[in-house]
Structures are given as structure tokens and as C-alpha cells.
């Protein structure tokens, strides 16, 4: 069982998964962004990330890279790092492990479709959806991917959430070396849009560095 504690996701049962960065001389943060690419938010996001020289993580749905190819050939030039987060965010528990498998195979090789993909140093980083694992699964996965999940989940995506919440919560839970969770996508475009530029605002001012997985 996955423990959590306000926004700060820990697993102690999972210690195999990478849930922060060590600490490096210059203090560092790890904005992912999950569920993308779409044009509706992922150019936005780039652009914000751009004006701070901020690289990003961006854990793709590969039916939106098979979609939007444009948008997530945006992401690559600009020198962000990609991952998969499977073909349709499959929810592991639901679908069982040989599906959950083949979601993920096929999510790769649209991650893979592109040319500037395959010119570029890509890790293959995984992070399951709804961040749901079992054990059988981290055995199946871990030989090829590095499991990504979070120090940080902002919450951007919970309509609920008052978005003056969420980022005085962000702010107070991330620190160096935090691996922070945002969203690309319509559902968390409230809370993201308001949220994201003040973030990269403040952490900038306290000299952080922004940097990719």
C-alpha cells in the first residue's frame, strides 16, 4: 500500500521505484508532466517552461502522441525528456498484467515513432497511471524502464482543489530534489495555468534549478 501524506507520496514497500533525486550542489527540481501531448495545453506548458530555461519530463498517453505528432515533436525539439505512461492510461489494478503490458509496448513504440526521439539520449522512464503498482508489475517492468513516480503530487487535476491551494501546497512540499507531478491535459488546465508560472516564479527567484529525468 502506497502511503500518503498531504501532497508527498512515500513508498517505503517499493524502495526499487524512484520517488526523488539525490541533492546536487545546485539545488534542483524535477517538473513532470503527465497525460499529454495535446495542443490545447502542452504548448502552453513549453512555453512557460521556456521563459525560466526550464526542462521538464513529460510522461506521454501514447494514443495523444499517435493523435497530436505535432505537439509531441514540440516537446522533443525544445529538449524535454518523455516517458511512457501506456497507450490508453491504463489502470493496472483494473486490466491485468499481460494487457497492462501490452499497453505499455505499444505506448513505446509511438514514443519512438519520431526522429528526434531516436537522435537524442532517451532513458526509458515509465510511471503508471493513478500511480497504481504490484509487485508482479515492478518485476515485469524494471529490467527495461526506470519507474518514476513522486516526491510532489500538486493536484492540479482535482477541480475541487482551489488552485491558491494547490500552489501554496506545492510550494510548502517541494524541495530539492523533488520529482513534482503536474498535468497536461483539459481536466487540470484551471488549476495548471494558474499554478505553474507562479511556481517556476518563485523556485527561480530562490535560484532553483529546473531540470528533466
Same mark, same amino acid.
Given at each position: ?8 507520496? &512515500? ?5 526499487? @521505484? ?33 521563459? !525560466? ?15 497530436? /505528432? ?5 516537446? @522533443? ?16 489494478? %483494473?486490466?491485468? @498484467? ?56 500538486? &493536484?492540479?487535476?482535482? %477541480? ?12 510548502? @512540499? ?18 495548471? %495555468? !494558474?499554478?505553474? /508560472? ?7 527567484? %530562490?535560484? !532553483? ?5
Amino acid at each position: 500500500m502506497i502511503q500518503k501524506v498531504g501532497s508527498i507520496v &512515500r513508498d517505503k514497500l517499493f524502495p526499487s @521505484l524512484t520517488w526523488k533525486k539525490e541533492q546536487t550542489d545546485q539545488p534542483t527540481i524535477y517538473l513532470t508532466f503527465d497525460d499529454g501531448p495535446i495542443p490545447e495545453i502542452t504548448p502552453w506548458v513549453l512555453e512557460q517552461l521556456s521563459n !525560466y530555461n526550464a526542462k521538464a519530463t513529460f510522461f506521454c498517453v501514447g494514443d495523444n502522441i499517435r493523435k497530436h /505528432p505535432e505537439v509531441y515533436q514540440k516537446v @522533443l525539439s525544445e529538449g524535454h525528456t518523455v516517458g511512457n505512461h501506456t497507450f490508453n492510461h491504463l489502470q493496472y489494478w %483494473k486490466n491485468g @498484467l499481460t494487457k497492462y503490458l501490452e499497453n505499455i509496448e505499444e505506448c513505446q513504440k509511438w514514443l519512438e515513432s519520431d526522429t528526434l526521439f531516436k537522435g537524442q539520449s532517451q532513458k526509458n522512464l515509465f510511471r503508471p497511471p493513478h500511480g497504481q503498482v504490484g509487485k508482479k508489475m515492478i518485476r515485469e517492468i524494471l529490467p527495461n524502464y526506470e519507474m518514476i513516480m513522486w516526491h510532489v503530487l500538486t &493536484r492540479d487535476y482535482n %477541480k475541487n482543489f482551489k488552485k491558491e491551494k494547490c500552489l501554496s501546497t506545492a510550494i510548502k @512540499l517541494t524541495e530539492d530534489g523533488s520529482i513534482v507531478v503536474f498535468h497536461d491535459s483539459i481536466k487540470a488546465e484551471k488549476n495548471l %495555468k !494558474y499554478v505553474l /508560472p507562479r511556481f517556476l516564479a518563485h523556485f527561480s527567484k %530562490k535560484g !532553483y534549478h529546473f531540470a528533466s529525468l
